[in-house]
């Protein structure tokens, strides 16, 4: 079986600049998640698909971050215009229902 | 204060020794323990996933759970160099929402 994953492995960008991230679960999990960890920090929740609703979306750092999850596969989040302190790793994961997160190898940004 | 406090390490131990890597936490309300391994460059590698209190036993690895000290433990037996990497603990109020630790790196010396 397929684990997540995640597609670029790492984007290099401008200030300003939009980039898009896209993450592919596990078949047949409906809960999808964004986590992001940023240099020397842990990593941190930011948003929760259940299919294609977001649940929960409290670890979003600001409007300039969209996630979307059409149709409730593959998943996509955008920033737009990128910042500095955007940079980091950005991992997807995805569960069957109310178990086990299994994570993607993550999408390496970096904005300079 | 952070809600998940870990040792950053590193932490370097023989080959065949017991690793013994440790998570506090404050919110008495998390219910789900996780572990997780990284290797660099690399996603998380769920490890063990413990449900509320006790120990859980997978080939080398123990997952212990102490709630009244709001303490976990991950416990590795006969460590080899494979095992080298950071682990990571999480836990969750409802399983969904992870709030982790930030990481311990171990090396095992051949």
């Known amino acids: 079986e397929a684990g997540v994953t995640q597609f670029p492995s790492h984007s290099v960008i401008e200030k300003g600049q939009t980039v898009t991230l896209r993450c592919d679960p596990i078949s047949g999990h409906d809960n999808l998640y964004w986590y992001r960890r940023v240099m020397g920090k842990e990593i941190k929740f930011l948003l929760h698909?259940?299919?294609?609703?977001?649940?929960?979306e409290s670890g979003m750092p600001n409007n300039r971050f969209l996630a979307e999850r059409t149709g409730g596969t593959y998943s996509t989040l955008k920033v737009q215009p990128a910042e500095l302190e955007d940079s980091g790793v950005y991992f997807c994961?995805?569960?069957?229902?109310?178990?086990?997160?299994?994570f993607g190898p993550g999408t390496r940004l970096t904005v300079t | 204060q952070k809600e998940v406090e870990q040792d950053p390490g590193p932490l370097s131990v023989p080959e065949g020794a017991i690793v013994s890597l440790n998570c506090t936490y404050s919110?008495?309300?998390?219910?789900?323990f996780m572990w997780y391994r990284q290797y660099s460059r690399k996603g998380p590698e769920l490890l063990m996933y413990t449900y509320s209190s006790g120990n859980k036993e997978d080939g080398r690895f123990t997952a212990q759970v102490d709630k009244s000290s709001k303490y976990i433990s991950l416990f590795i037996r006969d460590s080899q160099p494979s095992d080298s990497a950071t682990y990571l603990c999480?836990?969750?109020?409802?399983?969904?929402?992870?709030?982790f630790g930030s990481g311990t790196r171990l090396l095992v010396r051949p």
């Open positions: 994961a995805s569960s069957l229902g109310k178990h086990e997160q299994y």
């Open positions: 698909f259940v299919k294609e609703s977001k649940q929960d």
């Open positions: 919110n008495s309300a998390f219910q789900y």
């Open positions: 999480a836990m969750s109020v409802s399983s969904y929402k992870l709030i």
